[in-house]
C-alpha cells in the first residue's frame, strides 16, 4: 500500500502534538512517530485516504490561540510499513524491574514485571520520560491493598504494573476513545480485566475515594484538576504527577498543590521532563 509522509511543525510541542494526533487520525492517518525536532510530528496515511482540503482545516482552522502549524507532505516508498514500523519500535526495561514490550517482542521471564502494550497512538508506551518516570514511582510506592487511580491513562501501563504490585482496585480514565480502547485492549492482554477502564475526564470521580492518584497529563491540565484530586484523596495519600517541565512548571504545580494543602515529597527529572510526589496529611 502506497502512504504518504505529512510533517507537522506545532509550536510550541507540548501538549499540542497529542491533540493534533487525535486530529490528524480523525481524517485518516494511522500512524505516528516523533520527528528529528521535539515540535515535529510525522503522520502517516494511505494515498487512496488523503484529502487535502481536510488537511488544511486541521492546519489553518484548528482554532487554537498561540499555536503555530506548517505542514509538507511526501510520498513514501511502497514497502511493509507494518513490519518496517515493528523492526524499529523496541521495548523497554525501566529499573531493571519492569520490561515493556509489544506482542511481536520476545519475552523475559528474568524481570519482575513484564507488560504486554499493543502500540497504537496511545500515550503511554515508556519511551517517553514521564511515562519512565512515572513507573519509577508505581515501582518505588507500596502498591499492596491499594486504590489506585491511573487518570490520563493512555495505554494503561500506570494501572496494569500498579495491579500487578498487588492494588486491590484500579481505575484507569482517559478523555479520548482511542486511549480508552487501547487500555480495554492491554488490560486483556495482561490478564487485569478487573481494571476499570473509563472513558471520560475528572468529572468522573465525583463520590470516589483513592490513596493513589496516578495523573501523567499535561500542566494546564494538572493544574485544573489538582483540586478534584484532593477530594477524593485518602488521608495519608499519595498524588504523583508528570507531564511538564522543570522550568517553569514544576513550581507552579508546587504552589497550586500546596495551596490545595498537599506536601511536597520528591521529584524526578529526565531530559527536562519532570514528575513529583505529593502527599495528603
Known sequence: MKY????????PAEPWKEIFTSMMDDIGCDSFMDGEK??????????????EESLKEVVENHGFDNVSVTYSVQEMPDINWNAEWESNYTPVLIADKCYIR???????PDVDYEIVIEPKMSFGTAHHATTAQMIEYVLETNMTSKRVLDMGSGTGVLAILAKMRGASEVTAIDNDEWAYKN???????????????????????ENT???????????NILLQDIPTYV???APGGLLFMSGF?????????????????????????????????????
Open 231 to 233: 477530594k477524593c484523596l
Open 245 to 281: 517541565y522543570e522550568e517553569p512548571d514544576l513550581a507552579i504545580i508546587r504552589e497550586c498543590c500546596e495551596a490545595n494543602q498537599l506536601t511536597y515529597c520528591s521529584h524526578k527529572i529526565q531530559n527536562d521532563w519532570v514528575a513529583v510526589q505529593f502527599s495528603k496529611i
Open 38 to 51: 521535539d515540535e515535529d510530528l510525522l503522520c502517516y496515511i494511505p494515498v487512496q485516504d488523503y484529502r
Open 4 to 11: 504518504l509522509e505529512i510533517q507537522l511543525h506545532i509550536s
Open 209 to 219: 475515594t483513592y490513596d493513589i492518584i496516578l495523573a501523567n497529563i499535561n500542566r
Open 183 to 205: 487500555g480495554l485492549e492491554n488490560v486483556a492482554h495482561n490478564q487485569c480485566a478487573d481494571i476499570k477502564v473509563l472513558l471520560g475526564d475528572a468529572s468522573l470521580l
Open 102 to 108: 509489544a506482542p511481536f517482542h520476545p519475552d523475559r
